[in-house]
């Protein structure tokens, strides 16, 4: 097995082509501004051989990128794979790792465009995915105001109570109405409710009040606040527009000092998903 | 130290306002295709601690994308660096190899626009670059025609014969050169001239013959030839055009089997770099 031989196995298992220049040529759309984002997935910190099926790694490892690019209610349109394979992923992993992702991407028009290929003691992903928004239409983290009621797009915790073994829906669909709805603060619930609540009302410069928070089917409060991997979006719209349909009330932008958040009227500390803490 | 510490630290290493929101928010430039690359540099397969400095790292990070931009004749634009760091990797060395890839970024006018931070058993780094051209005016492998002149764009086996340890220089003016030139077809040396010239032929559907190989001072034939990472050009021209000052002529494209590659009267093998090879 080389590297030729596995560049021409992973065109097959997701239906690109992908053998060919040192980049990807790409037309970018017209009066449009580019949305890009990049994430990395690591065996043993995000997943583990023997609990998460290589078809549910790829999956997850476009997935969250597709979360960052609704969360700006961006429209698709490429991705890039990077991957170091460990001596444990052998070739029946990686077909499976493609066919998640491909899966993925063809539900939502995602086209995968190139990548790297090299190895690794310990499996790694890097997955760029680059969107669109008509220019100056971006949902951004600080426009939201004081007064402003929050929503998130479903309930929270289903994936910390799953131990993080479904297969997340990225809610393109919702972000697209958020932002012809111009909804003026969102961002998705990629490190759990009492930080990235946290990390809006900061960047927007207001406080926040937490008045309910929906519970996902099996998962507690703690998961829902701090468990991360939501792919929901959290997001602010004055009191005179109306979510769409399915979005649940969760609280309000206050004015305070910004950044803070308070929940059944105590303070809530700013605590989630982080790989660097010592949790 | 947790994430938020380290993307501040990050963006006072670097110089950038890294902050912000789930994507980033960039503005195509108007009647251009973008070029996009990405490249994944591993601990142990890339580079070893305590023989490359963090510096070098941060610096060969960038500068593999930037090669790929180059070989295409693109402009730069933007940067992303997502980051798996291992337990051996302390503040330190991440400043160090933030300033290193920094020091490069601005030398060549490209802006660090986002990335990722996570962590695992084993450092990797994956950059991706974004360029772009003209519509229709990149530098692609496939367009040589039998009679175009060989040529690279300076001697070869530098990096080889040094144990990889220098901070290589990416041709990006002698890319743009080549873009206004209309060289037929061009490729970077990144995996040794065997292995990239075998591509160019097999790509333009024609066959190689090398004159002369160009040997970097303290490098050996076999450096040049299968050594890899030169970040040199290789590049077809029609015997009409003149090539940019300092390229050296090696050869020519000709009639034949395409991909076939000879040198002194005999068949060059398609060997190089290849990280899943068993060398």
Request: glycine share 12%.
């Amino acid at each position: 097995m080389n590297e030729l031989d596995l560049i021409r196995a992973i065109a097959r298992w997701s239906g690109n082509t992908l053998i060919g220049d040192d980049c990807a040529i790409l037309t970018p759309p017209r009066g449009r501004q580019l949305l890009v984002t990049t994430d990395m997935l690591v065996e043993g910190i995000h997943f583990r051989f023997g609990v998460h099926s290589a078809h549910d790694c790829g999956w997850k490892a476009l997935a969250r990128g597709l979360s960052d690019i609704a969360a700006m209610g961006g429209d698709l349109h490429w991705c890039f794979v990077s991957l170091a394979l460990s001596p444990a992923t052998d070739r029946e992993w990686l077909a499976g790792f493609y066919r998640g992702l491909t899966a993925l991407a063809r539900r939502h028009g995602v086209s995968l465009a190139g990548g790297d290929l090299t190895r690794s003691a310990q499996l790694s992903a890097d997955v760029t995915v680059i969107g669109s928004t008509p220019t100056g239409r971006a949902l951004t983290r600080s426009g939201g105001q004081a007064g402003d009621r929050l929503y998130v797009t479903g309930p929270l915790g289903a994936l910390a109570a799953s131990g993080y073994s479904l297969r997340p829906e990225p809610r393109l669909d919702t972000g697209l109405r958020l932002r012809r709805l111009r909804a003026t603060a969102c961002i998705d619930i990629s490190d759990g409710l009492s930080l990235d609540l946290h990390r809006l009302a900061l960047a927007s410069g207001v406080s926040a009040r937490i008045d309910e928070v929906p519970i996902a089917s099996g998962a507690t409060l703690e998961h829902a606040l701090r468990g991360g991997e939501d792919y929901e979006l959290l997001f602010a719209l004055p009191p005179s527009k109306r979510p769409p349909k399915g979005c649940i009330r969760i609280g309000s932008l206050t004015q305070g000092k910004p950044g803070t958040v308070s929940f059944r009227g105590k303070r809530l500390r700013a605590q989630g998903w982080d790989p660097f803490s010592s949790r």
